[in-house]
């Protein structure tokens, strides 16, 4: 049964910076990519970064320059950098995955940017 738990939400002032991590279980999590989605309230939910297996990334343009994805293998963790956040910026964000032919989500977790 794969699993992923997202971590290291809240609120945080505009301009500040915020970590978010999703751990997985119940797949080689070394061989497969991840990514991170947000969902803001009356939005449909946007892929923010993503990074392959081989560690490379991609990003929506709003977000380029101030936040980062990397991952740790050895704790099958996915990390969300977050830096120079802005209030549009607040939304639920969601881990991912697609594992043999499935998509898998975490249960997300609450970023909220006050201005």
């Known amino acids: 049964q794969v699993q992923l738990v997202e971590s290291g939400g809240g609120l945080v002032q505009a301009g500040g910076s915020l970590r978010l991590s999703c751990a997985a279980s119940?797949?080689?999590?070394?061989?497969?990519?991840m990514d991170w989605y947000r969902q803001a309230p009356g939005n449909q939910r946007e892929l923010v970064a993503l990074?392959?297996?081989?560690?490379?990334?991609n990003y929506v343009d709003s977000v380029k320059g101030r936040f980062t994805i990397s991952r740790d293998n050895a704790k099958n963790t996915v990390y969300l950098q977050m830096n120079s956040v802005k209030p549009e910026d607040t939304a639920v964000y969601y881990c991912?995955?697609?594992?043999?032919?499935?998509?898998?989500w975490g249960q997300g977790t609450q970023v909220t940017v006050s201005s």
């Open positions: 119940g797949i080689i999590f070394s061989i497969h990519a």
């Open positions: 991912h995955t697609r594992s043999r032919g499935y998509e898998h």
């Open positions: 990074i392959t297996a081989g560690s490379s990334t």
